[in-house]
């Protein structure tokens, strides 16, 4: 590890060596506030394993430089190459001592590493999509989303913000919204707060037989939440898969089949899917929709570094 009485970089100073500014047309944003930046890793969960650090969305390095200063190791993914050739210089010692690699690429399509927790400000705009692409892989993480995004993650069943995107995130881990970021940390400002989510893995208190047929039927009785539960398993066989699904609503208790899906709790959805799959085992569901958990609605726009 780095010496920890050495200074962390100046992210303004950061901006000026690497010559770039934030470009409102892209709802690109570079996080510049220290303070938060000095915050961001310690909301790892207690314990986490920080032998290999791995970052997305790089920027200037702000961050890449605070990882450094925790972790043995660290990756950073960097889909800009004027950027990522930027890190390589300026990190250019860390790279020397094989404590710190520059993949340059996209983080939805380039192989990432084995490694021990995440800590990121992902870009906005394929968040939910980079996010599922970490959460199977049951690392810790550190994550920077849009507000509304995170609250919707971490959100309760039974309160306006839960859906699809909770249940899906709750699947994989514990969801904890950890500290608000007002948008004056960021260069230029974005319009809206953001906010850092701490994600712990862990395995559901439930138990499901095929994990794409759960979320491909969560993402299907959520695209009706406002109809009880009975007849959206009736109207979405097309997304669910579900060959009877007046079967599956006969079989399932009244209980849960007169709820909405915001009132459902995780359990109650797995609860129901079993059912499904005792009725109706000839399902076809396309692994790649329920892989998907960005419902309609919560992919984000800005792409705060």
Same mark, same amino acid.
């Given at each position: ?16 060596? %690497? ?8 709802? !690109? ?13 310690? +909301? ?26 925790? *972790? ?7 889909? @800009? ?5 930027? /890190?390589?210089?300026?990190? $250019? ?10 993949? &340059? *690429? ?8 084995? +490694? ?7 870009? +906005? *705009? ?19 989303? !849009?507000?509304? #995004? ?12 839960? &859906? ?5 995130? &709750? ?33 559901? @208190?439930?138990?499901?037989?095929? $994990?794409? #047929?759960?979320? &491909? #039927? ?11 539960v009975r007849n959206a398993i009736r ?5 669910? *898969?579900?060959?009877?699904p007046d079967a599956v609503v006969d079989?399932?208790?009244?209980? /849960? ?5 915001? @009132? ?5 959805? %797995? ?17 790649? @929709?329920?892989?998907n958990a960005a419902a309609d609605g ?8």
């Amino acid at each position: 590890m780095t010496d920890p009485v050495q200074s962390p970089r100046d992210p303004d100073a950061l901006l000026r060596r %690497a010559g770039v500014r934030g470009n409102p047309d892209r709802d !690109q944003h570079f996080l510049i506030d220290d303070r938060v930046l000095d915050r961001v890793p310690t +909301y790892l969960p207690d314990g986490t394993d920080v032998s290999h650090l791995l970052e997305i969305g790089g920027g200037t390095g702000a961050l890449t430089d605070r990882l450094l200063a925790v *972790g043995d190791r660290v990756t950073v993914v960097e889909r @800009d190459a004027e950027l990522a050739d930027f /890190l390589e210089a300026e990190f $250019a010692d860390a790279i020397d001592a094989g404590r710190l690699t520059v993949l &340059g *690429g996209d983080a939805l399509t380039v192989d990432l590493p084995e +490694y021990s927790a995440c800590v990121s400000n992902l870009p +906005y *705009g394929v968040s939910s999509e980079i996010t599922f692409r970490l959460l199977p892989r049951g690392r810790p993480a550190v994550l920077m989303f !849009q507000r509304e #995004f995170a609250e919707r993650m971490a959100a309760d069943p039974g309160t306006d913000d839960y &859906g699809r995107l909770s249940v899906t995130a &709750g699947h994989y881990a514990d969801v904890e919204v950890v500290e608000v970021v007002p948008p004056e940390a960021f260069s230029p400002p974005p319009a809206v707060d953001s906010a850092i989510v701490r994600v712990t893995p862990r395995s559901p @208190d439930y138990a499901v037989d095929d $994990a794409d #047929f759960f979320l &491909g #039927f969560v993402k299907a009785i959520f695209t009706q939440r406002r109809k009880t539960v009975r007849n959206a398993i009736r109207n979405t066989a097309h997304i669910s *898969g579900l060959s009877a699904p007046d079967a599956v609503v006969d079989a399932a208790p009244e209980e /849960l089949l007169s709820k909405r899906a915001g @009132d459902l709790a995780p359990a109650d959805f %797995a609860s129901l899917a079993s059912v499904a799959l005792d009725v109706d085992p000839e399902f076809h569901v396309d692994s790649g @929709d329920a892989g998907n958990a960005a419902a309609d609605g919560d992919a984000e726009t800005a792409d705060p570094r």
